[in-house]
Each structure stands twice: as C-alpha cells, then as structure tokens.
C-alpha cells in the first residue's frame, strides 16, 4: 500500500488566489481527518469524514475553506480566496475508523504570499 | 489548560541515554497515541494504546487509566531518534478525532 498520498508536497500562492489541496486515503480507511500545522498553534483538526460524510468541520477557519469527500478514496481541501495568514502545512490522514490507528500522508507545505 | 499537556518540552540526550517523555491528559479518552514527527515534516503513528503497555524495537509506551498519564520510553537512544514526538488523545465523545499535545523535541547528540 502506497499510504497516504497528498498533492501537492508544496504550494506557493499569491495572496486572493484558489488553493485546492488532495488526498487519497488507504483504501478500506473509512475515516479521513484534515489537519493544520502552524508553529504558532501546534497541530488542529480542520474537518473529518466518516463514510464520505463530514462529520465535524469545527475547526474550519471560515468560509474560505471548504472540505469534499466524492468519494472513499479521494477529498479536497479548498481555499478561496488565500490569505498569508493560511501559510502552514496541512495533513491528511485516515484510519479504519473509531478505535484504529492513524496513518499520516507526508503534507502539504502551503505558503501565500 | 490545554486537555493534553506534554513534558519536557524540549530535551537534549547524549547518545545511549534512557529516555523518558511524559504526557497527561484531562478528558476522558478512548486512546491514546504517540506519533513521530523528524525535521522535514512527515508524521508517523508510533504507538495506540488504551491500556497497559506496548513495546516495538526500542520504544515502549505506556499508558495509567486511573492517573490520565502516559510516557514513551527510548532505550539505547541514538541520533536518528532526533524528532519531535507528540502525545495525542481521541476522547470518549469525540470520535476519531485527536487532540494534540504541544509536542517535545528531542535532540540526541553522538
């Protein structure tokens, strides 16, 4: 199994443009979970699925972000419009479900200038 | 107060020392996790427990219920151990989502 795979690794972006970032979870993983890293607040959760359903995006900035699952084996993550203030690196990850381990993909390293 | 609260935050070895990192945590929890995170960014799931112990190569974690703490342990440390690993909970309400300690950096110098 190939893990989890996000694209880009890297982004760099001018400020107001559309970011979209993807994951392709394991397959078989029925949770996926977005995450924020920023040195400033550590890890958060941004939004989670579970069978293709968002089941909390609490931790969704505002509205400029958006969370898709089409899918078991495909979601997005959207920005629109990018501020430098969303600059962090955002992971993917996905487990069987409630009670399993993690697998992390390797990031994207976002940057808005 | 944070719900997961790791310490030390920063810890620096010389290579072979035995090597303690602690984490409690205030809310009731379903598991417990330790994960990896080297210089470059990439996260690994090292451990996932509940209860009792786990061990893989040199690491061992551990986990008391009644006290809400956790430890991870490395024995026989070595440079390449050089990371920040980061305590995490998912709690009994919320599903699979974690809860992210502040993380500790290690440095094991040869």
């Known amino acids: 199994d190939a893990g989890v795979i996000q694209s880009p690794r890297h982004e760099v972006t001018e400020m107001g443009q559309e970011v979209t970032l993807r994951c392709k979870p394991i397959?078989?993983?029925?949770?996926l979970f977005w995450y924020r890293q920023t040195m400033m607040r550590g890890l958060e959760l941004l939004i989670y699925?579970?069978?293709?359903?968002?089941?909390?995006d609490s931790g969704m900035p505002e509205d400029r972000f958006s969370a898709k699952m089409p899918n078991a084996s495909f979601s997005t993550l959207k920005i629109q419009p990018s501020e430098p203030r969303d600059s962090a690196v955002y992971f993917c990850a996905s487990a069987k479900g409630v009670g399993y381990g993690y697998t992390f993909g390797s990031g994207t390293r976002l940057t808005v200038v | 107060k944070n719900e997961v609260e790791q310490s030390p935050q920063n810890l620096t070895a010389q290579e072979g020392e035995f090597i303690t990192i602690n984490c409690s945590y205030s809310v009731g929890i379903s598991a417990l996790h330790w994960l990896q995170q080297h210089p470059g960014g990439g996260i690994v799931s090292l451990f996932m427990?509940?209860?009792g112990k786990k061990k893989h190569g040199r690491l061992i974690a551990t986990i008391n219920i009644q006290e809400k703490h956790s430890s991870l342990h490395i024995t026989a440390s070595h440079p390449r151990d050089s990371a920040v690993y980061i305590c995490?909970?998912?709690?009994?309400?919320?599903?699979?989502?974690?809860?992210f300690g502040e993380g500790t950096q290690l440095t094991v110098n040869p």
């Open positions: 699925f579970n069978n293709n359903v968002p089941i909390d």
């Open positions: 995490a909970v998912s709690g009994q309400t919320s599903g699979s989502r974690l809860t």
């Open positions: 427990l509940s209860s």
């Open positions: 397959s078989g993983h029925n949770s």
